[in-house]
């Protein structure tokens, strides 16, 4: 039996400045006692499509695919603050996506057919693109971190260029997750 790797598509965020702001939300969100898990700077990004475990071969495959996803880079602007299933009960802290949301979705519209082609069933959770920031561990404080959602939800991030769709592995370890890049593409301007 092949090794299985654990994988998504995703645009890295690499810019300081916004990942300074990342980090400076995530020392308010803990300032309210909530119980809960921050993502690392380095494991910031934004998922267009998790994968699940593939082979060795499929990676080559989805990588085939991915070079033939048509765009130009592009910026996001980063802002907002939510949480999934809701604002009121949160288990996912996430910023959103204020800017470039339609060429994301341009890119997840290109990129569904051949991965579909390739057996992978439909995301039950649709496209929702956002950066994960942190994860609520339990209901410890529950009500300070609801407030600090909604007096934040407009909180600005900054804005990153979207330059490089990559393919991702996730090894998950009692620390959190490793994310390492299997590949890339990066169309020029």
Known sequence: MSETIRSFIAFDIEDSGVLENITKMQKILSGTGADLKLVEPQNIHITLRFLGNITQPMVDKVYGGMCKVHFTPFTIKIQGLGAFPNQRNPRVVW??????????????EQLEPFLRSLGFAPDPKGFSPHLTIARVRSGRNKAQLVKCLMENVNFEFGVVKANCLRLKRSD?????????????????S
């Open 95 to 108: 910023a959103g996506i204020r800017e470039g949301f339609l060429q994301l979705r341009g890119i997840f």
């Open 172 to 188: 998950l370890t009692p620390k959190g997750p490793i994310y390492t890049t299997l590949r890339e593409h990066c169309p020029k």
